[in-house]
């Protein structure tokens, strides 16, 4: 039987891939496909960009905005954090979490396994299979399993798990023990995912490009080289398909906005209260709910945001109607039920950071010189992505736009399965052997521009997309301020 196995570095830029950080994974990637030009969605976090790998739509029909967001339908007024506990809460008394099928969901059906095994947030654990327990596949993190009397089982065959650390190698260790030792040998499944979550944790800590964040990174390459010493011992190499990737790219925090603060000293009341904003933090951008979703309150927050010098681009929900200067969040995948009134990504640039890594960015959190994402940067919106295996051309390297959209309809694919209706990602056919050829002219362009003058000022700003057929790419977002 085919399977795949879906190894996640969580952060991980495509320049740290190198023989010197990375030598396992350096070496593995030179057999196999190579992405070159892949996609995080928007925001560039981690919850959101996980849902987009399972159930391969776009936010917009997922209904995850971002790592902290507002859901209208449980709680109107207040942001709350994408994690295990309050999404379990949400649930039960709002319904789904997620309004796409995942992978686990669609492999049920034929009775199939998807099984994950997450060292980062609960919340991201969560999302990768919500109804683990109910259908055939299982979820394993540090503070809860699904179903949950799997975690009693865990402990007494592995121990407990380690207490979270920087860097968090202890946990990914554990993680590939769980994996090599339980999943594989006793479960069987047709998908498996290993997501660590380093160099995540250690960059946001120390920075990009630090020596502790360095070292993070190639510890968990030596636990990659675990699990490939595993697959070949076993024989299973030769018949797996395996992917590796990471969920977004990063940048350097230049400085850290109050905006909490800064709303209220402007005279915009807290989201419970009439004229009111709630606002929801997520690093590189940040979401904003207006009480009702007023279309003239909206109105007054972009035209006070745009003359912000840490503000970038802004999108907007279809429900408040036109906003001169503000382009509809559709454009990046984001329109639907769950979309924030306004996104703003902070206002980014290419300057090189201390240890040589460009990028700096405004951030809702964290501390000036450490590491964030979630804006429209391009760097944090380019991640790795990789792939090797009997499906896969050997020592291939394609530059065609891809994404995190894009894995579940490739994964259901190789294992023969039909796509759901409801995905926007696309197979992508020309790193398969079986697939057809596609080159730089299968893909297009589009730039998107909107202004507006504020007196003496002038808001422009900038969104860039590729498509590859009827799937969107976000290139970059950002905007000038400048005078008439």
């Known amino acids: 039987m085919k399977s795949v196995l879906i190894v996640v570095f969580d952060g991980l830029q495509p320049t740290q891939v190198t023989h010197e950080l990375m030598p396992n994974l350096f070496d593995w990637v030179q057999g196999g496909v190579t992405f070159s030009n892949n996609h995080p969605v928007f925001p560039s976090v981690t919850r959101i960009n996980a849902a987009t790998m399972v159930t391969g739509s776009s936010p917009g029909t997922h209904g995850l905005a971002a790592n902290n967001m507002v859901f209208r339908e449980y709680d109107p007024y207040s942001s709350i954090p994408v994690l295990q506990p309050q999404l379990v809460d949400i649930a039960a008394k709002s319904g789904d979490i997620l309004k796409a099928p995942t992978l686990a969901d669609i492999l049920s059906l034929e009775g199939l396994e998807y099984n994950a095994i997450v060292s980062g947030t609960s919340g991201n654990a969560f999302v990768h299979n919500p109804h683990a327990g109910r259908n055939s596949g299982v979820i394993i993190h540090p503070e809860f399993t699904l179903p949950y ?6 402990a007494k065959r592995f121990g407990s798990w380690p207490e979270e650390a920087l860097p968090n190698s202890s946990r ?15 479960r069987n499944p047709a998908v498996s995912l290993l997501w660590s979550s380093e160099p995540d944790k250690s960059q946001h800590a120390y920075g990009v490009g630090s020596s502790q964040s ?3 990174i190639h510890e968990a390459d030596l636990e990659f080289k675990n699990i490939l010493n595993y697959l070949d011992c076993t024989g299973l190499i030769q018949d797996i398909d395996l992917f590796v990737l990471s969920d977004h790219g990063y940048s350097t925090i230049r400085e850290v906005i109050p905006l909490e603060r800064l709303l209220r000293e402007s005279g915009f009341p807290t989201g419970d209260k009439p004229g009111g904003i709630t606002v929801a933090p997520n690093g590189g951008s940040a979401l904003f709910y207006a009480y009702g979703k007023d279309p003239s309150v909206c109105e007054q927050l972009a035209e006070w945001l745009m003359v912000q010098p840490w503000c970038g681009s802004l999108i907007k929900a279809d429900a408040v109607g036109d906003i001169e200067g503000v382009l509809p969040a559709s454009i990046c995948g984001c329109e639907g039920f769950r979309t924030p009134d306004i996104t703003m990504s902070f206002k980014w640039d290419s300057e090189q950071n201390e ?5 700096f960015v405004y951030s809702t959190g964290g501390s000036r010189g450490q590491g964030t994402h979630g804006s429209m940067s391009k760097h944090e919106l380019q991640n790795v992505l ?36 409801n995905m926007s990602g696309r197979v992508l056919h020309e790193g398969l052997l079986s697939g057809e050829d596609l080159n730089m002219t299968d893909w297009e362009t589009e730039i998107h521009n909107s202004e507006r003058v504020l007196g ?3 808001y422009r700003q900038q969104i860039t997309i590729s498509k590859v057929g009827k799937t969107t790419y976000l290139e970059q977002g950002n905007n000038s301020l400048g005078h008439r």
């Open 149 to 154: 009397d799997l975690g009693h089982d865990l």
């Open 172 to 186: 990914i260790a554990h993680s590939v023990t769980i994996l090599t030792d339980y999943i594989f040998p006793e």
């Open 214 to 216: 360095n070292r993070a």
């Open 355 to 359: 240890t040589g890594y460009p990028g």
């Open 386 to 421: 990789y792939a090797r295996g009997p499906s896969f051309k050997s020592e291939f390297k394609s530059d065609l736009p891809s994404g995190n959209i894009d894995l579940a309809p490739t994964v259901l694919h190789i294992l023969g399965l039909q796509a759901e209706d």
């Open 456 to 458: 003496d000022l002038v």
